[in-house]
């Protein structure tokens, strides 16, 4: 599976951006596909998940960015709202073929990557 996510740039505060990752190879309805990001000097976190139509965010974006995907097109989308400056970070998208629900939220348990796109919001 390759990943190529676009979608990322430089957006003000309080802006919206929408990120796209498609994976090649296509992915099966049990595939989870998730977002994670890391920022300068930071480790890399969960940012959200979807995996057979639920979907799971973390505290810090919750109730202003929106994970979807279409099955179809094997493609995951991150809408952002209400950007803050301390969502500047590289995105990564990821692909996990026996992801468990435990872990949904841990990077080591994803085995396909995205190369990363930038989001940066200025102040």
């Known amino acids: 599976v390759q990943l190529a996510e676009s979608g990322g740039g430089l957006v003000q505060t309080g802006g919206s951006l929408r990120l796209s990752c498609a994976a090649s190879?296509?992915?099966?309805?049990?595939?989870?596909m998730a977002w994670f990001r890391q920022g300068a000097g930071k480790e890399r976190e969960f940012v959200a998940a979807?995996?057979?139509?639920?979907?799971y965010y973390s505290d810090s974006v919750k109730d202003r960015f929106i994970i979807s995907r279409d099955n179809a097109k094997s493609t995951v989308y991150l809408q952002m709202n209400d950007l803050k400056p301390e969502d500047t970070a590289v995105y990564y998208c990821?692909?996990?073929?026996?992801?468990?629900?435990?872990?949904?939220?841990?990077?080591?348990?994803?085995?396909?990557w995205g190369q990363g796109t930038q989001v940066t919001v200025s102040s």
């Open positions: 979807t995996r057979y139509g639920y979907t």
């Open positions: 190879g296509g992915t099966q309805t049990s595939t989870v």
């Open positions: 990821a692909v996990g073929t026996r992801t468990i629900l435990s872990t949904i939220r841990t990077a080591s348990a994803y085995n396909y």
